[in-house]
């Protein structure tokens, strides 16, 4: 079982910054693809960004925040994080991580496995 944890949500406002992490105690975290997802109110759930396993090191982003944010993984904390500048309102979401063993980085939702609880990114004007 992959247990994942997210933090660093909060509210900022647009044009600002925010630096999501997702954190797990699972072994050989390097192996997993990480893909942060979010999801407004009312809203299906979508991909943002995506990590491979550290083999392969494919990085994956929406179109919508390309530019903007940056994912990257610290194998050595068994943790992704997720960059975001340049908020706007339509960013505002609650933002999940998930995780699956093997490499690509799908966007599908169903593609993964193991869900954290979300948190919280508002952006304000």
């Known amino acids: 079982q992959v247990q994942l944890v997210e933090s660093g949500g909060g509210l900022v406002q647009t044009g600002g910054s925010l630096r999501l992490s997702c954190a797990t105690s699972a072994r050989f975290f390097s192996v997993y693809t990480v893909g942060w997802f979010r999801q407004a109110p009312g809203k299906d759930r979508e991909f943002v960004a995506g990590?491979?396993?550290?083999?392969?090191?494919?990085?994956s982003y929406a179109d919508s925040v390309k530019g903007r944010f940056t994912i990257s993984r610290d194998n050595a904390k068994n943790t992704v994080v997720l960059q975001m500048n340049s908020l706007k309102l339509e960013d505002t979401a609650l933002y999940y991580c998930a995780a699956r063993s093997g490499g690509a980085v799908p966007s599908s939702t169903r593609s993964y496995v193991y869900w954290g609880q979300g948190t919280q990114v508002t952006v304000s004007s």
């Open positions: 990590i491979s396993s550290s083999d392969e090191e494919i990085i």
